[in-house]
């Protein structure tokens, strides 16, 4: 839901970008504003001796089952692939976001447009958590495999096109269905890398 949530408010911060470039900025101050009045309305919780000291032994025990944990981790060799290829596939989708928008924008879209493709990736996205299991289920031990090829695929793709000589509205196309196909994989991957 938040990421049809997130597809609305980008449809509506494109169209008022259009109007004026300050508007939603404006909007975010706002917003920031009114959540910080909200957070400084929680009232303090009195904490007891005991707990204090609990908190205390709780936190002795934490950094004792921290480093447990990260020997552990060092030790197998399969949670040290799955941490490189999490930070691989991180930079990946970092990537993929920047480029989508700078790509649309060396193009001459409209910041209007932008925000509607943006809109339309976010709803990819809700799709491809919701959708993560059968996606699993399809892949099995080969899933993370798949995502990485086929969105390497699709950032290569959206290149390629990027420098080709067609139309902008064509290559909005294009690198709308990469873009689409990206955050699927995005979202499938941030559900079963969880």
Not at 24 to 32: D, E, R, S, T
Not at 102 to 120: E, M, R
Request: charged letters at 15%.
């Amino acid at each position: 839901n938040y990421f049809y949530l997130n597809a609305i408010t980008s449809i509506i911060a494109g169209i008022v970008y259009t109007i004026n470039p300050y508007i939603p900025i404006i909007v975010a101050i706002i917003i920031a504003t009114i959540s910080i009045v909200l957070s400084l309305g929680f009232q303090d919780i009195t904490i007891s001796d005991e707990v204090i000291k609990n908190k205390k032994y709780n936190i002795n025990k934490y950094i004792i089952d921290l480093k447990d944990s990260f020997k552990f981790i060092i030790k197998s060799d399969r949670l040290r692939s799955l941490l490189l290829y999490s930070g691989i596939m991180w930079g990946f989708f970092c990537l993929a976001s920047t480029y989508r928008t700078s790509l649309l924008d060396d193009i001459g879209i409209s910041s209007t447009l932008i925000a509607i493709v943006i809109a339309i990736t976010g709803i990819a996205s809700g799709i491809g958590s919701k959708k993560q299991i059968q996606f699993h289920k399809r892949f099995r031990n080969k899933t993370l495999s798949v995502i990485s090829i086929i969105t390497a695929i699709m950032i290569i793709l959206s290149g390629i096109v990027g420098i080709s000589n067609f139309l902008p509205n064509i290559i909005m196309i294009f690198v709308l269905c990469f873009y689409i196909i990206i955050n699927i994989n995005k979202r499938c991957f941030w559900c079963i890398n969880d």
